[in-house]
């Protein structure tokens, strides 16, 4: 059993409670369908069941009687959940008018039930940008206690036959925070480092990245990777970790060896942290397109209740692959 099929089981045992807010986008649906015949969730789509039910005909499937449809302009949940975000919002201006049209929004209706307890995570992103998913995550699910960053991996798994080493590698931050400072970078670190462990079960090695190993350029882009390191040593003393190291020197021991980068990790990193989101998003984007790699995220870190995004370029797998990821998220923060 690789890692994902072990995820799938582990999701298939919590039998937790995904809502999904895009019930309009075909892929979203797929998933949804095969989430619920395998029992990977429970799921809820956010829509019109007429409207759903048109377009799994479309495509050709049948919606599960398992899968519950709500619309929100017609929930009961509706009062309770304007309610919420009235009490969440109202300090940044929120009326009670806003928050109630806030609500109807199938994103935030979606946070919302998972903010009351309704279900247990929200997965969304396929039809809308990263920026849009995150800022509704935050503002209503809200980072967990003692978290002030939230940040996003992606589950890379490579299991192609072209892949000399499989299994599954975990990327950070390909998705949120634009431009980390040393500090920030440090906790993205140390986050990443619990999300593959909750994941995986296996022990985090983490490889901070940049243009140089051991010192081979210097610039203060490599400083800030050398500063965070440092940072993460000095709060987390028990993880293995090193860097500023390039990703050849990470990946692959002969490298890790003639760059003067045996110790610690040897070349066999797991955690790949990029210094910064431009090189992240590309990165992993070249990963999943030109290497091969399958690429489930962005993931986040760091809220006090599963919400996940998507790329807009993401498949029907990718969604459910998420749903089950977010189902084990869940599960461990219970
Ligand atoms: C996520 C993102 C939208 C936040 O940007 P922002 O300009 O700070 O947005 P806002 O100012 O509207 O912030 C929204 C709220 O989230 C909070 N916030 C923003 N980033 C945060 C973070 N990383 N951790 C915790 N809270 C954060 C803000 O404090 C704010 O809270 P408030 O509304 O209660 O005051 C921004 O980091 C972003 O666009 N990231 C890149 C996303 C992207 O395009 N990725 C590439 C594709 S995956
Ligand atoms: C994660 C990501 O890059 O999302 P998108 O492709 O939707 O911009």
Same mark, same amino acid.
């Given at each position: 059993?690789?890692?994902?099929?072990?995820?799938?089981? =582990?999701?298939?045992?919590?039998?937790?409670?995904?809502?999904?807010?895009?019930?309009?986008?075909?892929?979203?649906?797929?998933?949804?369908?095969?989430?619920?015949?395998?029992?990977?969730?429970?799921?809820?789509?956010?829509?019109?069941?007429?409207?759903?039910?048109?377009?799994?005909?479309?495509?050709?499937?049948?919606?599960?009687? @398992?899968?519950? #449809?709500?619309?929100?302009?017609?929930?009961?949940?509706?009062?309770?959940?304007?309610?919420?975000?009235?009490?969440?919002?109202?300090?940044?201006? #929120?009326?009670?008018?806003?928050?109630?049209?806030?609500?109807? =929004?199938?994103?935030?209706?979606?946070?919302?039930?998972?903010?009351?307890?309704?279900?247990?995570?929200?997965?969304?992103?396929?039809?809308?940008?990263?920026?849009?998913?995150?800022?509704?995550?935050?503002? #209503?699910?809200?980072? %967990?206690?003692?978290?002030?960053?939230?940040?996003?991996?992606?589950?890379?798994?490579?299991? %192609?036959?072209?892949? %000399?080493?499989?299994?599954?590698?975990?990327?950070?931050?390909?998705?949120?925070?634009?431009?980390?400072?040393?500090?920030?970078?440090?906790?993205?670190? +140390?986050?990443?480092?619990?999300?593959?462990?909750?994941?995986?079960?296996?022990?985090?090695?983490?490889?901070?990245?940049?243009?140089?190993?051991?010192?081979?350029?210097?610039?203060?882009?490599?400083?800030?990777?050398?500063?965070?390191?440092?940072?993460?040593?000095?709060?987390?003393?028990?993880?293995?970790?090193?860097?500023?190291?390039?990703?050849? @020197?990470?990946?692959?021991?002969? +490298?890790?060896?003639?760059?003067?980068?045996?110790?610690?990790?040897?070349?066999?990193?797991?955690?790949? +942290?990029?210094?910064?989101?431009?090189?992240?998003?590309?990165?992993?984007? +070249?990963?999943?397109?030109?290497?091969?790699?399958?690429?489930?995220?962005?993931?986040?870190?760091?809220?006090?209740?599963?919400?996940?995004?998507?790329?807009?370029?993401?498949?029907?797998?990718?969604?459910?692959?998420?749903?089950? #990821?977010?189902?084990?998220?869940?599960?461990?923060?219970?």
């Amino acid at each position: 059993m690789n890692q994902l099929e072990k995820i799938f089981a =582990n999701a298939k045992r919590l039998k937790k409670t995904i809502i999904l807010p895009e019930s309009g986008d075909k892929r979203v649906l797929e998933a949804a369908c095969k989430a619920a015949d395998l029992g990977v969730a429970r799921i809820i789509l956010v829509g019109v069941k007429s409207d759903v039910d048109a377009l799994c005909a479309e495509i050709g499937i049948t919606r599960p009687d @398992a899968i519950e #449809v709500i619309a929100p302009e017609s929930s009961a949940l509706l009062p309770e959940l304007s309610k919420l975000y009235y009490t969440l919002r109202k300090h940044k201006g #929120v009326t009670e008018e806003d928050a109630d049209k806030a609500a109807r =929004n199938p994103y935030v209706f979606a946070a919302l039930m998972v903010k009351a307890g309704h279900a247990d995570g929200t997965v969304s992103g396929a039809a809308c940008s990263t920026a849009d998913v995150v800022r509704t995550a935050i503002q #209503v699910i809200g980072a %967990a206690p003692g978290t002030r960053l939230v940040s996003s991996f992606f589950l890379m798994m490579l299991e %192609a036959d072209h892949h %000399a080493k499989k299994g599954a590698f975990l990327f950070s931050d390909c998705g949120l925070v634009i431009d980390p400072d040393a500090a920030e970078l440090s906790k993205i670190a +140390i986050a990443a480092a619990g999300s593959y462990t909750m994941l995986t079960g296996d022990t985090p090695r983490v490889a901070m990245l940049s243009f140089a190993t051991r010192g081979s350029a210097s610039h203060p882009m490599v400083d800030k990777v050398e500063q965070a390191v440092k940072l993460v040593r000095l709060n987390r003393p028990d993880l293995l970790v090193d860097g500023a190291l390039q990703f050849d @020197a990470a990946f692959v021991p002969e +490298i890790a060896k003639s760059k003067g980068a045996a110790e610690p990790l040897g070349g066999e990193a797991n955690i790949f +942290i990029f210094p910064d989101l431009q090189a992240g998003n590309i990165g992993y984007k +070249i990963a999943q397109r030109i290497g091969g790699a399958s690429a489930i995220g962005p993931v986040l870190q760091g809220l006090d209740k599963p919400a996940n995004d998507l790329s807009r370029g993401c498949s029907a797998q990718d969604v459910l692959d998420m749903i089950a #990821v977010t189902a084990c998220q869940a599960g461990a923060q219970k």
